[in-house]
């Protein structure tokens, strides 16, 4: 994990939550975690890991997520033993 992905995750873990965080940056941290990506239909994404899975729109036109989104993130990397 590099020094903005490091970044990215103490953001996540703040509170309150945040409504600021890049969509990118979320998806290179998830992908630095060992998660894998799939796309759905229109702007929906599913990073899972093991037994583990988030569900999301990816956001559009914006590129930051709401803040209902980076708390399902949130436990998401609770779930794989991700934490600043």
């Given at each position: 994990?590099?020094?903005?992905?490091?970044?990215?995750?103490?953001?996540?873990?703040e509170k309150p939550t945040r409504t600021d965080i890049w969509y990118d940056d979320v998806k290179s941290l998830l992908f630095a975690a060992g998660a894998d990506m799939r796309t759905g239909r229109g702007s929906r994404v599913r990073f899972k890991q093991g037994a583990y899975s988030?569900?999301?729109h990816s956001p559009h036109p914006k590129k930051v997520?709401?803040?209902?989104?980076?708390?399902l993130i949130r436990d998401f990397l609770i779930q794989i033993g991700?934490?600043?």
């Open positions: 994990m590099n020094t903005k992905q490091k970044k990215t995750l103490t953001l996540i873990f988030v569900h999301l997520l709401p803040k209902y989104s980076v708390e991700v934490k600043p």
